[in-house]
């Protein structure tokens, strides 16, 4: 079973809100589902496209469990008191366990 991923793009318009609000609460929802980092708002380069100041990419165990976070209670209420303080785009996307070149 392909493990999933959050994708998330983000500009942070009150960064002490932002930590205040949302960063400071949202380690035990992320690891009530076994989310793991992977990228948190490193160096990057955007190619291609409009970029947004952050990246981020979430990993989880399987897509139905990284659904289940998103949609959670714990986590909504933290996308309300989020939204004040950043503007997000979030994808929720299987991996991929096929063959590579």
């Excluded at 009530?32 to 380069?45: M, N, P, Q, T, W």
């Excluded at 989880?60 to 004040?84: G, I, M, N, Q, W």
């Excluded at 503007?87 to 590579?100: L, S, W």
């Amino acid at each position: 079973m392909p493990k999933a991923y959050w994708v998330a793009r983000v500009d942070v318009h009150d960064l002490e809100g932002y930590k205040r609000d949302y960063v400071a609460f949202n380690g035990p929802v992320f690891a009530k589902y076994g989310a793991k980092f992977l990228v948190r708002a490193g160096k990057y380069e955007a190619p291609e496209g409009t970029a947004r100041s952050r990246n981020v990419v979430i990993e989880f165990k399987d897509y139905e469990t990284a659904l289940a976070c998103y949609h959670s209670p714990e986590y909504l209420a933290l996308v309300a008191k989020r939204k004040p303080h950043a503007d997000n785009e979030i994808v929720i996307v299987e991996g991929y366990d096929g063959p590579q070149p």
